[in-house]
């Protein structure tokens, strides 16, 4: 189906677009489409991705004929079950692309997180129909760039900023729990809906859904052989962002169960005994597969990521309430215990990865941040504390989203052989 015009209506530099859609088919054919004994399931997930720009941009098109608004989102921090409840549509759209990033380094400094440029360079490039699409964008105070960039994008497109606090202290979980209230308020007006107890309760039971199927995915992950790899459950949790929840939820129950068959009959895509790594660090966003597809074609498989494309993502449900006051601030409990590094102290996320390590039976960890993450780069050094004392190995990677891949498939390669011997 051709998209150009559904492109040009939002005002997209449909040239520069082409030179981005022109790469995706053949990086998504060279690593996905290779693999072998992938579940029948993952087809659903691979149409996603070849109409990434194309049918799903459509489907929002539509969604805003229709009177509903589309809302841009950044970070896991933004509750998705107030825009359900206003009728909104939610798009995760932080940027996984080297093809940004020179955009981005137009109006921010090199030395910057590539993910913050990636996106502001979507922006600026006019190459992201998601961006294009959204009415109102939903920042955070999570890390110092972002927070800054949020003032530049904030110049072009109507936004606002959910500020978070530092720590996780009662008052601080109090305080977020007005931000939320400050969010339920833009949302009305943006909107035009008045959030009740009913609809949030549907956008909760919605969301609850989502988080209980992506739990059994990673549960099934569990098993050795494993039976899905790494790069596949990535992208899972990668198009869950920004899919229409109600299918996702209903394909990704499909492959659950697909999944929990496997298991049973203990059909793996590797062999049972490889080498199982657990990735945690910054978040991953499309099309960011490189460290899996150097990880899974070096002899070991990624048996899951505490990571906010992972488990951060759906670990940890809203408690039922039934009055709307009590809902926000349950909704604020939940958020608050996303284990970001951008919180001091931040135990709970070093508790997460040795209880993972534990119950996905992982060989070793590979610790990813992405370059200028100062907060998972500096939390690091008590990971890696926690880890040797439980004897586990860990290796740190830092990389951005150039194409480093000839020194990170050697310290790897190196890592896997270790975990071998
Ligand atoms: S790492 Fe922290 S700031 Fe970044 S998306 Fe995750 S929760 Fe948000
Ligand atoms: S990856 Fe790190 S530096 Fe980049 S936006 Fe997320 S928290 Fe901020």
């Not at 035009?192 to 209980?212: D, F, I, P, S, Y």
Request: glycine content about 6%; hydrophobic content about 40%.
């Amino acid at each position: 189906m051709d998209y150009r015009s559904l492109w040009a209506s939002l005002n997209m530099d449909l040239e520069k677009h082409d030179v981005l859609c022109a790469v995706l088919p053949s990086l998504y054919g060279d690593i996905y489409l290779t693999q072998e004994g992938r579940p029948q399931s993952m087809d659903y997930f691979d149409f996603v991705i070849s109409e990434v720009h194309g049918l799903r941009i459509q489907e929002l098109a539509d969604a805003r004929r229709e009177g509903r608004k589309i809302f841009g989102l950044f970070c896991l921090y933004v509750p998705v079950e107030l825009i359900l409840a206003v009728e909104g549509v939610a798009v995760g759209i932080c940027a996984g692309a080297q093809f940004w990033v020179p955009d981005g380094e137009k109006v921010l400094p090199g030395n910057l997180c590539p993910l913050i440029k990636a996106s502001l360079g979507a922006w600026l490039s006019a190459t992201c129909p998601y961006m294009q699409m959204c009415d109102f964008l939903i920042g955070e105070t999570t890390c110092d760039g972002k927070k800054k960039a949020w003032e530049i994008l904030g110049q072009h497109v109507p936004m606002h900023v959910m500020a978070l606090p530092p720590m996780r202290r009662e008052c601080d979980v109090a305080s977020f729990g007005r931000e939320v209230r400050l969010l339920r308020d833009e949302l009305e007006k943006v909107s035009g809906h008045k959030v009740t107890a009913e609809n949030l309760q549907k956008g909760v039971a919605v969301m609850q859904e989502q988080r209980a199927v992506l739990e059994r995915i990673y549960r099934a992950r569990q098993a050795d052989p494993v039976p899905i790899s790494g790069k596949d459950a990535l992208l899972v949790s990668q198009i869950a962002f920004y899919d229409d929840p109600v299918r996702f939820n209903e394909k990704a129950a499909r492959l659950a169960g697909e999944l929990e068959k496997r298991v049973a009959e203990k059909q793996g895509v590797f062999p049972a005994g490889t080498p199982r790594i657990m990735i945690t660090g910054s978040p991953m966003v499309i099309p960011n597969w490189k460290v899996h597809h150097l990880i899974e074609t070096s002899g070991a498989a990624v048996v899951c990521e505490e990571a906010c494309t992972g488990t951060r993502y759906f670990e940890n449900q809203v408690e039922a309430r039934e009055d709307l006051d009590e809902q926000l601030d349950a909704l604020a409990q939940r958020y608050m215990q996303i284990n970001c590094a951008c919180f001091t102290p931040n135990e709970r996320r070093i508790d997460d990865i040795l209880r993972m390590v534990r119950d996905w039976r992982v060989d070793g960890v590979v610790y990813y941040s992405l370059q200028f993450c100062h907060g998972y780069a500096v939390e690091y050094h008590l990971v890696e504390q926690a880890l040797k004392k439980a004897g586990i190995p860990v290796l740190r990677v830092e990389t951005d989203y150039s194409d480093d891949t000839g020194q990170l498939k050697i310290r790897l390669e190196a890592f896997i052989e270790m975990l071998k011997s």
